[in-house]
């Protein structure tokens, strides 16, 4: 919990936590390394991109307290992997059922983009959560730096050699020789959600896709 491999990120979470919006006054902030979360003998998993300043760096858990998440736990609801269609903190009741949710990089980056060094100096800890997560089917991939992380851990892992013949794109499926299948979506975020580049059915046919591949009804 208190990595500062990326002197960058340490000093923007850090700063996010002292300075705080105006709506979160009376908040403590998290302002550290977001651990991932979920279910362990999930089949499904998130690959998302990075906490983001007020939601997951406020919060202490990924995807809880910010746009994104208002627009993904909703779908995760209804699609039987959630408890509850709104995550609001750590202690409300939220429990993810054959679902584990994880990003590439653990802390806030400036403008939701991690560098590239950043996102190497992570890629231990991933590696490390994939591998307990033993019984995961597919991945979900939510944008192309969490399609290419985990392309980018098959790599380390020499399951492929090279990611080439994968191209992101949403609803892109490729079956990968370790027997996980790889599910491209957009990211939920608000630039893609308020435009309507990404829709409620979209992202929900992702899942009720993810359900099928994993073995459910």
């Known amino acids: 919990m208190t990595c500062t491999l990326c002197p960058r990120l340490v000093v923007y979470r850090e700063e996010i936590g002292r300075v705080r919006r105006r709506a979160y006054m009376d908040w403590e902030y998290w302002a550290k390394p977001v651990p991932g979360f979920g279910d362990s003998n999930a089949r499904v998993l ?17 995807f809880t307290g910010d746009g994104s998440g208002y627009f993904m736990y909703p779908v995760l609801y209804e699609t039987g992997f959630a408890s509850q269609p709104l995550a609001t903190d750590r202690n409300d009741g939220m429990k993810l059922t054959d679902l584990y949710i994880t990003a590439p990089v ?8 991690p560098m590239p060094e950043e996102i190497a100096n992570c890629a231990h800890f991933l590696d490390a959560e994939i591998a307990v997560l033993k019984q995961i089917r597919v991945v979900v991939a939510l944008g192309k730096i969490g399609f290419d992380a985990y392309l980018n851990h098959l790599r380390r892992a020499g399951t492929i050699t090279s990611r080439a013949p994968y191209t992101f ?12 299948t790889l599910l491209g979506s957009y990211h939920p975020s608000l630039q893609n959600t308020n435009t309507g580049k990404l829709t409620k059915q979209m992202f929900k046919k992702i899942f009720e896709r993810a359900r099928r591949l994993a073995g459910g009804s």
Do not use: F, W
């Open 169 to 180: 794109g949403h609803a892109a499926e490729y079956d990968m020789q370790n027997g996980v």
């Open 46 to 62: 998130i690959m998302g991109l990075a906490p983001g300043a007020h939601g997951s760096n406020r919060t202490g858990r990924p």
């Open 106 to 113: 653990r802390c806030a980056p400036p403008a939701n983009k």
